[in-house]
């Protein structure tokens, strides 16, 4: 019999097959039987197959396929497998369609007979929902097929399309967007203008459009609009670009861009000379005494002000670590050095290389230069990582601090957008403990999903080893205060504005520490009490009645270490 042989590559390894001249379709694309290529591509039966001929073009999988030589390779591609592959399921041991369709029979069993949904029932689907949730929104665990980036505007309409997704959805943003731009020519009132410079701002009380606007004023009273030409529909569009490429993830998203930029004015700000309203008083001294508009020039302060906003751009929720140890496409295209910080700036670029978006687009050449290397500066700071290198030089500058030496005031800027990255606990409690617990929301999340790839767990993440209050003392212990009480060496005002809240909120999560630890005595004392109770009565004691031991102090000491 005759035959025919195609020479192609799968994931670059050379394959050949071979079949007979009058091999029926079938054989070579048929929905039945895995064909040759199916094999080859170690593909599953709902998988899809794509040819190309070495020109790049997709061809048919068919029997009157050309027949090539091994220097014309075919190129033969998997593309993503179904998401209800039955067979990838398998292989991990689940399949969610059909436990989903065994839990839907049960419950019409049981609403036949029963006549209600029970209790079990429903507690049962609400997990198998949430499992789904989660595979389907987490984008590392994309290699399972079942992951929705709603991004891409590729996927056909889904029933998860409104469950909470990492990027942000074109709706959205076009909604935003439209808001925005309506108030984006209403007078933004001298009260709240004031209100926007000082740490006791509670963002909470704003929705994303209205942020954008707050963003906008901040670039206007800072004189950048006048000083640097910027036009207000390129501003708009540069706070969208923003706004977009912000992600919905519990911590690193729009309103934390917009805190640790909040914050960043706070300490920037010199309106001495203004009378200021009684609630402004404890601002007085701050913006008396920093006064860095008489210091440093305008160009630093757009740098600064450009960096807060840009700093976390496309934070996907998984810190360094968890790039490095997954390998992710950010740690190779990085070589594992600041993977995340290095790709927020990037994207920042990204966004300043387009004319309708370029901010910066107005000014000459040397300066569009020097804002570049310093917002690359600024935002590579805030990898902390680098906390100890970057405060122990600080140290060592402050002594002989100098704010006509180039290199000193380098090193004030990183230190400045590092005090406004980690500041939350210098706002009011009741600004700032919400924000914790976005925090460890996310962490947490990341820890789960590193047990479940079998990665390392970062300690500080784990929540069976953590909690709210030893993990937060530790850190302002550790991190914040040593930190802060440097600057503000260089600015003795600060002692009282944000050290003082820091040292409160220190003693705050110290109550909670100690609280925690009562009860936990407390539950464990009624136990035993329990447990002698039942021995003494001569009951058999459950095998796996254990007392429960809770989650176990964190050691501060060595969690922040580098
Ligand atoms: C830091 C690094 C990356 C992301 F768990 C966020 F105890 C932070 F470590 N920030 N930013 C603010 C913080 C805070 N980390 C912590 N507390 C903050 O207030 C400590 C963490 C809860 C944990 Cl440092
Ligand atoms: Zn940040």
């Known amino acids: 019999m005759e035959t025919k042989i195609i020479y192609f590559t799968m994931n670059g390894r050379p394959e050949q097959a071979e079949f007979p001249l009058d091999c029926p379709a079938q054989d070579v694309k048929g929905p039945f039987f895995p064909d040759l290529f199916r094999s080859a591509a170690e593909a599953g039966p709902h998988d899809i197959l794509k040819l190309y001929n070495p020109k790049g073009n997709i061809i048919n999988i068919s029997p009157n396929l050309e ?57 049962m689907k609400k997990q198998v929902d949430s499992f789904r949730e989660k595979l389907e929104s987490v984008e590392h665990l994309s290699w399972l097929g079942l992951f929705k980036d709603l991004s891409e505007g590729t996927h056909k309409p889904s029933p998860f399309y409104h469950k909470r997704t990492l990027r942000k959805t ?4 076009e909604h935003v967007q439209e808001k925005f731009l309506q108030m984006s020519s209403l007078e933004v009132s001298e009260e709240v203008r004031q209100y926007l410079k000082t740490p006791n701002f509670d963002n909470w009380q704003w929705e994303d459009a209205e942020i954008m606007v707050l963003l906008q004023v901040m670039y206007t009273d800072l004189d950048f609009i006048a000083t640097f030409t910027i036009e207000s529909d390129i501003l708009q569009r540069f706070l969208f670009e923003v706004y977009r490429r912000y992600n919905n ?30 609630f402004l008083e404890q601002m007085y001294g701050l913006i008396w005494l920093t006064d860095l508009r008489r210091k440093m020039d305008g160009i630093d302060l757009l740098i600064m002000l450009t960096s807060a906003v840009c700093h976390d751009l496309d934070h ?64 590579l700071a805030t990898d902390m990582t680098r906390h100890n290198e970057i405060l122990n030089k600080f140290k060592s500058i402050l002594p002989a601090f ?41 962490f947490f999340n990341q820890s789960d999903v590193e047990k479940l790839e079998g990665l390392p767990v970062t300690p500080f993440m784990d929540r069976d080893k953590v909690t ?19 600057l503000a060496n260089l600015f003795p005002c600060l002692e009282q504005h944000i050290i003082d809240p820091v040292r ?34 001569g009951m058999q004691s459950s095998a796996d009645s254990h007392s429960d031991a809770g989650p176990e102090p964190s050691t501060p000491g060595n969690t922040f270490k580098d």
């Open 402 to 442: 100098d704010f006509a030496n180039k290199d000193h005031k380098d090193v004030l800027m990183m230190i400045l957008i590092k005090v406004s990255d980690i500041s939350n606990e210098a706002r009011p409690m009741e600004v700032a403990e919400p924000w914790l617990d976005c925090l460890l929301q996310e």
């Open 468 to 486: 709210k209050p030893s993990s937060q003392t530790g850190f302002i212990r550790f991190v914040l205060l040593p930190l802060f009480m440097e």
């Open 67 to 123: 027949p090539n030589s091994p220097q014309s390779r075919y190129k033969l591609e998997v593309v993503a497998a179904d998401c209800n592959s039955a067979e990838l399921a398998g292989a991990l041991g689940f399949d969610l369609s059909s436990m989903e369709k065994r839990l839907q029979d049960l419950e019409k069993k049981i609403l036949i007979e029963a006549g209600e949904t029970p209790a079990v029932v429903y507690e």
């Open 316 to 379: 996907t929720g998984y810190n360094n670590a968890y790039q490095i140890n997954a390998r992710t496409e950010l740690a190779l295209r990085y070589n594992d050095i600041s993977p995340l910080e290095n790709h927020h700036c990037a994207v920042a670029f990204e966004i300043l290389e387009k004319t309708e978006s370029n901010i910066f687009r107005n000014l000459p050449m040397d300066q569009y230069k020097r804002i570049r290397e310093g917002i690359i500066k600024c935002i």
């Open 170 to 173: 074109r709706e959205e943003c």
């Open 504 to 537: 409160k909120a220190l003693d705050y999560y110290t109550e909670m520490e100690k609280a925690l630890e009562r009860e936990k005595q407390n539950r464990a004392q009624s136990e035993n009490a329990a447990k002698s109770k039942e021995t003494a009565v």
């Open 249 to 278: 993830i519990p911590f690193h998203n729009f309103k934390h861009c917009f805190c640790v930029t909040q914050m960043t004015v706070c300490s920037r700000t010199s309106t001495a000379s203004i009378v200021l309203p009684c």
